[in-house]
């Protein structure tokens, strides 16, 4: 099956004055769009074409470069936009928010080691919540690599994602990453956060 760039559920505008409206279109329609049509050249005709991307993305490794950074970057970027929203910003849901808690003492000592784990990715990559057999982890990961990946350092289910590739912030922030970081804490979209988390 050929895999297709999912629409937004809000405008590209609509994350301002957070995220600007010229990003989002650039970051959807040409990145994102630019993974799809990569990671469906790059699957056609083999053993991969009729599995979902989490099965793909669970033998990345093995799979080749071009199926592992395309698959990465189509699902990361999938779930980069379900877990904004113009409404966004406040705190998770009772039962997340009880296992930042006990995983990490606070929400705020969660949210710092998480804007960390992005301020601090070297290059372009993604910071994330990770739901591992032992509780949520905060991680990073270079590229489009993620938690679901063979290859990753922290395997887990991503419940949160924050893009740093520069294309995802430059227009606006240019080389102030932190300050991209702690505007996208105002748009997370924490219903679908929870749902992730299975709450």
């Known amino acids: 099956m050929a895999f297709e760039l999912p629409n937004l559920k809000y405008d590209y505008n ?7 409206g010229r990003t989002m279109e650039i970051h959807h329609g040409k990145h994102h769009g630019g993974y799809t049509s990569k990671l469906n050249a ?16 669970t033998g990345a490794g093995t799979h080749g470069p071009a199926v592992r950074n395309n698959g990465g970057g189509f699902y990361n970027h999938t779930l980069f936009w379900e877990v904004m929203s ?35 990715r070297f290059g372009s990559g993604w910071a994330w919540l990770v739901n591992t057999d032992s509780g949520l982890v905060v991680t990073s990961t270079p590229n489009q690599d993620n938690p679901l990946m063979d290859v990753a350092e922290v395997k887990g289910t991503p419940v949160l994602g ?19 970081i702690e505007a996208f804490w105002n748009v997370v979209n924490w219903e679908a956060v929870n749902m992730r988390f299975g709450s």
């Open 14 to 20: 609509a994350l301002e004055p957070y995220i600007d």
């Open 42 to 57: 790059a699957i056609d005709g083999s053993s991969l074409a009729d599995k979902g991307i989490e099965e793909i993305l």
């Open 86 to 120: 113009p409404s966004g910003g406040g705190q998770p849901g009772a039962k997340l928010l009880e296992a930042i808690n006990q995983a990490f003492g606070s929400f705020d000592e969660f949210r710092t080691k998480f804007s960390d784990a992005a301020a601090t």
């Open 162 to 180: 924050l893009d740093v590739w520069e294309h995802a912030y430059y227009l606006k922030y240019q080389n102030r990453r932190p300050e991209y």
